[in-house]
């Protein structure tokens, strides 16, 4: 199948930094990519669709200005989380559609989790 | 809007039992995808089974089948001869049936623990 790889898998930043993590399409070209948080016992929450070449399209009470999202090729997206904190710290999950896959298959990457101090 | 429902947060069973894991949804849309998606401790998505809506017949996937009842809006899976690495969070999820991008509608999950 398809392998979407993240990284890096986990980091640890200070309160006012940013971190950025990337989203990779190892064997297949993503024209769009998915990124998702989750909070711990939680489910998967949509936070933006990456489109490769154009902006990013933010759900609803995302703030794009904190969570910058670039997808310069068809097979890297990154996520930057801008000024974090502690708030912020949680699972980070992308995911793309591939040819190789079945009818609506995404595949998804390890993840990526952030604790901000 | 598309709503994903799993009322069951956490489910128990014996190692070589069978379990079913309940999950409905709401949507206007007559054609789409319903998935359902393991998370192990690894935290990695992996697709278990998938089920298009316009298949009457339920999609079946070695261990794994799932009972598809789509004027209920009902979309449960059971696994068979359970194992000790089926442990793991299992999500329900709803996607719609069209061209272009699209991202997936999760149910808050079931978290199932495989007893020796």
């Known amino acids: 199948g398809a392998v979407v790889s993240q990284h890096p898998s986990w980091v640890i930043c200070k309160s006012g930094t940013s971190v950025k993590i990337e989203c990779r399409s190892l064997?297949?070209?993503?024209?769009?990519m998915f990124w998702y948080r989750q909070f711990p016992k939680q489910s998967l929450m949509l936070m933006a669709t990456?489109?490769?070449?154009?902006?990013?399209?933010?759900e609803q009470g995302v703030e794009k200005d904190k969570f910058l999202i670039n997808h310069a090729s068809l097979t890297l997206s990154t996520l930057t989380v801008t000024s974090a904190h502690p708030e912020d710290s949680s699972f980070y999950i992308c995911?793309?559609?591939?040819?190789?896959?079945?009818?609506?298959?995404?595949?998804f990457g390890e993840g990526s989790r952030l604790t901000v101090l | 809007a598309q709503t994903v429902t799993q009322s069951q947060p956490e489910m128990s069973v014996q190692e070589a039992e069978t379990v079913t894991l309940s999950c409905t949804y709401d949507t206007s849309e007559s054609n789409y995808y319903l998935f359902w998606y393991k998370q192990p401790p690894s935290r990695q998505m992996i697709l278990v089974i998938r089920?298009?809506?316009?298949?009457?017949q339920n999609a079946t996937e070695n261990r794994f089948s799932v009972n598809f009842q789509k004027a209920a809006k009902s979309f449960s899976l059971k696994i068979s001869d359970s194992q000790l690495g089926d442990t793991a969070m299992y999500f329900c999820a709803f996607m719609k049936h069209q061209t272009g991008a699209n991202n997936l509608f999760f149910g808050t999950g079931t978290r199932l623990t495989v007893i020796p």
């Open positions: 990456s489109n490769e070449g154009s902006k990013a399209t933010y």
């Open positions: 995911s793309a559609r591939s040819g190789a896959g079945g009818p609506g298959e995404l595949f």
């Open positions: 089920q298009e809506a316009y298949k009457q």
């Open positions: 064997d297949f070209q993503a024209t769009t």
